[in-house]
T-cell receptor
Framework: QKEVEQDPGPLSVPEGAIVSLNCTYS??????FMWYRQYSRKGPELLMY????GNKEDGRFTAQVDKSSKYISLFIRDSQPSDSATYLC???????????FGEGTQLTVNP | NAGVTQTPKFQVLKTGQSMTLQCAQD?????MYWYRQDPGMGLRLIYY???????DKGEVPNGYNVSRLNKREFSLRLESAAPSQTSVYFC??????????FGQGTRLTVV
């Protein structure tokens, strides 16, 4: 079983839609969680970083972590064509050096 | 500020050839990583170096070797390339418990 599971999609939505991206994880030692965005033929770039449980908002993006259910979510409001990319969730332990990534979800926002 | 720099950007190898992928970071990060990214597989950790002088295997280390040359540089070597090693390779660096910064990737094709 992978430590971080993510539905690969693809996901296609109309412009302006609310997008929900999700991951589950199995390692209880994971304490911090990230969402990366990766455009085609580019390296991943950090979108959101959260520590432990709770919500974090940054503009149109909201990251949620529910440690009780081992569930990570990213919400994108008022989605734009420029949001079309692959979104990767990642998790790490505070005492370890490894970051474990989900498979990535390919999102297309149609004008 | 260059961040994480990978060379080369593209490479075609014949089966059995060897090559070294270079990675350098200028952010004074302790930890460095090599990932490979394949369709439907997400980012898989090959090797990582938690600090200068240490290296550890990741999820898919077979067929690869690494060298942490100094704090800035972390190289990945393929001793005898195989078609199964055709992939996009990403180097990353970070400070413990923070986000990872990625290079732009090396697209490797083994024929």
């Amino acid at each position: 079983q992978k430590e971080v599971e993510q539905d690969p999609g693809p996901l296609s939505v109309p412009e302006g839609a609310i997008v929900s991206l999700n991951c589950t994880y199995s390692n209880s030692a994971f304490q911090y969680f990230m969402w990366y965005r990766q455009y085609s033929r580019k390296g991943p770039e950090l979108l959101m970083y959260t520590y432990s449980s709770g919500n974090k908002e940054d503009g149109r993006f909201t990251a949620q972590v529910d440690k009780s259910s081992k569930y990570i979510s990213l919400f994108i409001r008022d989605s734009q064509p420029s949001d079309s990319a692959t979104y990767l969730c990642a998790a790490g332990e505070t005492s370890g050096s490894r970051l474990t990534f989900g498979e990535g979800t390919q999102l297309t926002v149609n004008p | 500020n260059a961040g994480v720099t990978q060379t080369p950007k593209f490479q075609v190898l014949k089966t059995g050839q060897s090559m070294t992928l270079q990675c350098a970071q200028d952010m004074n990060h302790n930890s460095m990583y090599w990932y490979r990214q394949d369709p439907g597989m997400g980012l898989r950790l090959i090797y990582y170096s938690a600090s200068e002088g240490t290296t550890d295997k990741g999820e898919v280390p077979n067929g690869y070797n690494v060298s942490r040359l100094n704090k800035r540089e972390f190289s990945l070597r393929l001793e005898s390339a195989a078609p199964s090693q055709t992939s996009v390779y990403f180097c990353a660096s970070r400070v413990l418990n923070t986000e990872a910064f990625f290079g732009q990737g090396t697209r490797l094709t083994v024929v």
